[in-house]
């Protein structure tokens, strides 16, 4: 006899979401919004008034564009990267040494 495929069984959505961790978040503060938010308030004013705006607002336009491109990053979920298939491949991974290193086609 042959089964039916079950009609009611719910199957959860993988997000495509996630909430970042907070390691993403200090890395965010410490290495883009900080040093930008220094130069931009320090430095910012006395270029703007010697040499015009345009120094300044591609600084303030490559932080929005770093933010953006991080919180993607941050927020996505890049799911399961599946392993290879070839099998030559894995033959041949498998029959190295793992001491053996290869440099510009010479075995050390």
């Keep these: 006899p042959e089964l039916a495929p079950a009609v009611d069984q719910y199957v959860e959505p993988v997000p495509r979401w996630a909430c970042p961790r907070r390691s993403g978040v200090l890395t965010w503060l410490v290495l883009l919004s900080i040093p930008s938010a220094s130069f931009l308030f320090l430095i910012g004013p006395h270029l703007a008034a010697r040499d015009g705006v345009h120094l300044v607002a591609a600084v303030a336009l490559t932080y929005l564009v770093s933010t953006t491109f991080m919180a993607l990053a941050a927020f996505s979920d890049p799911g399961t990267i599946p392993p290879n298939r070839d099998p030559d491949v894995r ?10 290193v290869t440099v510009r086609g010479t075995r050390l």
Excluded at 91 to 100: C, H
Aim: without cysteine; positive net charge; proline residues 10%.
């Design 91 to 100: 033959r041949a991974v498998q029959q190295r040494s793992p001491v053996e």
